[in-house]
């Protein structure tokens, strides 16, 4: 027979055996409710409150981030030779990218006829010519007036005086007419009244004399500034005999490269008054100038450092540093973005670089 007892036993204690995992389970639930903190709301998140999960880091550790941009490169400083006076070349001592000293001769060319009558009118002013022959011409009058006029006029009166006193003598000794005497006086006094005006006029032509010295020496003093203008145009001096009047000079106004030279520059060729001849600039140092977005320029400082690579040299890299970050947008418009030209310096060191060269930037910043 089968034993019915055993199987009921067995029964229950299974069910205790379950009933008592079914209790630690629960109490080991409660426990970890009891010994948890509580959940902050971003652990449940929303579709408009995405999950934010923060970075192992220390709280005052700092990252770098690149800033990749693109750039041509152009030289920092230009100078352009400008021909002062229309004239004929007769020599030219340059080619493009040709490095020359400062003061270096780049051309030299021949005043023409219409130039040469500026020249002229600076080197002798008529203004000046004219007041220099009044000025000789009063001197000769003030030398004739004090050693002509006036002795021979002491003479006159001297002499008069010498015959009204022997006349005098006659007419109290009653051997001269009482009208000879009086008539004596008349020319005395006549005589006299002539040295008055000579000396009169004297004081006159001294006067004049100084007025015409004041202004030769303000007319000789604006010559002077309109000859130094002229030899600094010309790079020449007018007192050198040495140089015809009618040559001229460019020479080079910086220390630097020949960046351009005009197409007009050609032995025998007329050029006017006012022709861009020549650009020169400094090559040892260049700038690279860049359109950064504004989100990109907060990031970046005057002084931050990077390299820059340029498409037609990709062998070499060159370091360089953000020398500018403009204040103004280059399109102020609210409808877009705005963008900034930026500007980084940096050294040609081997020469290779020219002007308009595309490169890429690449700035190191620290967030």
């Not at 903190?37 to 409150?49: G, I, M, Q, V």
């Not at 030769?216 to 005999?241: G, M």
């Not at 700038?287 to 990077?306: P, Q, Y």
Request: hydrophobic share 40%; charged share 30%; proline share 5%.
């Amino acid at each position: 027979m089968p034993d019915y007892g055993s199987k009921k036993r067995g029964g229950w204690i299974k069910a205790l055996v379950i009933l008592l995992f079914g209790v630690a389970a629960v109490a080991s639930v409660a426990l970890v409710v009891v010994t948890q903190e509580p959940k902050r709301a971003l652990s449940s998140p929303t579709p408009t409150s995405p999950k934010v999960v923060p970075l192992p880091q220390m709280a005052d550790a700092k990252s770098e981030a690149e800033i990749v941009f693109r750039g041509k490169s152009f030289s920092t400083l230009r100078r352009n030779v400008v021909v002062p006076y229309s004239g004929e070349i007769t020599k030219i001592n340059v080619q493009e990218g040709q490095s020359v000293e400062l003061d270096a001769v780049l051309v030299e060319y021949k005043l023409d006829r219409q130039s040469m009558i500026q020249v002229q009118k600076i080197l002798f002013p008529e203004t000046v010519l004219t007041l220099r022959q009044r000025q000789t011409d009063r001197k000769l009058s003030i030398d004739k007036t004090k050693n002509v006029s006036i002795p021979i006029k002491k003479l006159d009166i001297s002499r008069a005086e010498r015959e009204l006193e022997n006349l005098q003598q006659l007419g109290r000794k009653r051997m001269a007419a009482d009208e000879a005497i009086r008539t004596k006086e008349r020319q005395l006094q006549i005589l006299k009244k002539e040295m008055l005006e000579i000396e009169n006029t004297l004081r006159q032509q001294e006067a004049d004399l100084e007025r015409i010295n004041k202004d030769l020496q303000f007319q000789e003093a604006q010559r002077k500034r309109d000859l130094d203008l002229l030899e600094w145009q010309t790079h020449r001096s007018y007192s050198d005999d040495g140089i015809p009047q009618d040559v001229a000079f460019l020479k080079a106004p910086i220390e630097g490269a020949v960046l351009w030279l005009s197409t007009d520059l050609a032995i025998k060729a007329l050029v006017p008054s006012g022709t861009n001849a020549a650009m020169l600039s400094p090559m040892n140092t260049m700038v690279v100038r860049c359109k950064v977005h504004e989100l990109d320029l907060v990031k970046l400082r005057t002084g931050d450092r990077g390299a820059a690579t340029f498409d037609a040299l990709p062998d070499k890299k060159y370091a360089c540093k953000v020398s500018r970050i403009p204040w103004v947008s280059r399109n102020p418009a609210l409808e877009v973005p705005a963008d900034y030209d930026l500007e980084c310096e940096l050294e040609n060191v081997d020469g290779r670089l020219k002007e308009g060269l595309t490169c890429n930037v690449r700035i190191n910043v620290t967030q």
